[in-house]
C-alpha cells in the first residue's frame, strides 16, 4: 500500500464540522428560530474560510489540485463500468464535481437565508422558495455524496472515510492515479 497525504487539518476539521451544523440545522433545529439564522451564518463562515484555504492552502486542498473535468468525469464513469478499479491520490473527477456541488449550494442557501433575514418575512417570498429548493438540492447531494464514498470505497478497496479522519489516503500501489 502507498500512502499520501491528501487532506490536511483545516480541511479535515472543515468537513466534520460542516457536516455536524449542517445535519443539525436541516434535520433538528426549528427553522424559525434564531439559532438556525446563527448556524447558518456560521455554516456560511465556514465555506468562506474554505474558500479561502481552497487559493491559498496545501496542496490537495487547493481548488487547482481537483478542476472540473467532464472529460476526466467522463472517463472515471467508463472506468466504473469496466470495472476497473483506478484509485485518485486527491478527489476523483467525479468526487470534484459535488465538492463544488456542495460549496456553491452551501453558499447559496447561506445568501438566500441571509436575505430571508433581511426581508423580516415580507416581499422576499422569493427567496424563501430559492433557501428551500436549495435546501432539497443540498440534502440530497449529500445522501448522494455519502453513499458515493462508500460505493467508492467498496469499489477501488480504498477506505475514503478514514483518509478524512487521518488525512492520510492508502491506496493499493498498482490502483494509484493522479
Not at 434535520?27 to 428560530?33: A, E
Not at 463562515?45 to 481548488?63: E, N
Not at 445522501?143 to 487521518?166: D, G, P, Q, W
Request: proline share 4%; with cysteine; hydrophobic share 50%.
Amino acid at each position: 500500500m502507498a500512502q499520501f497525504p491528501v487532506w490536511d487539518p483545516f480541511v479535515r476539521l472543515f468537513h466534520w464540522s460542516l457536516a455536524l451544523l449542517f445535519a443539525a440545522n436541516a434535520l433538528v433545529i426549528d427553522p424559525d428560530t434564531l439559532l438556525h439564522s446563527t448556524l447558518g451564518y456560521v455554516i456560511t463562515l465556514l465555506i468562506v474560510l474554505r474558500l479561502i484555504w481552497g487559493l491559498i492552502g496545501s496542496p490537495c486542498a487547493r481548488f487547482s489540485s481537483f478542476p472540473i473535468s467532464p472529460s476526466a468525469a467522463l472517463k472515471q464513469l467508463r472506468d466504473i463500468s469496466l470495472s476497473r478499479r483506478f484509485a485518485h491520490r486527491g478527489h476523483s473527477p467525479l468526487g470534484a464535481f459535488m465538492i463544488y456541488n456542495l460549496l456553491i449550494s452551501i453558499l447559496g442557501l447561506g445568501l438566500s437565508g441571509y436575505l430571508i433575514t433581511l426581508s423580516g418575512g415580507a416581499g422576499f417570498a422569493w427567496a424563501e422558495d430559492l433557501h428551500e429548493g436549495l435546501a432539497a438540492w443540498t440534502q440530497f447531494s449529500i445522501v448522494l455524496h455519502i453513499a458515493a464514498v462508500f460505493f467508492e470505497s467498496k469499489r477501488i478497496r480504498v477506505n475514503l472515510v478514514r483518509a478524512m479522519f487521518t488525512g492520510i489516503k492508502e491506496i493499493p500501489r498498482h490502483r494509484a492515479r493522479d
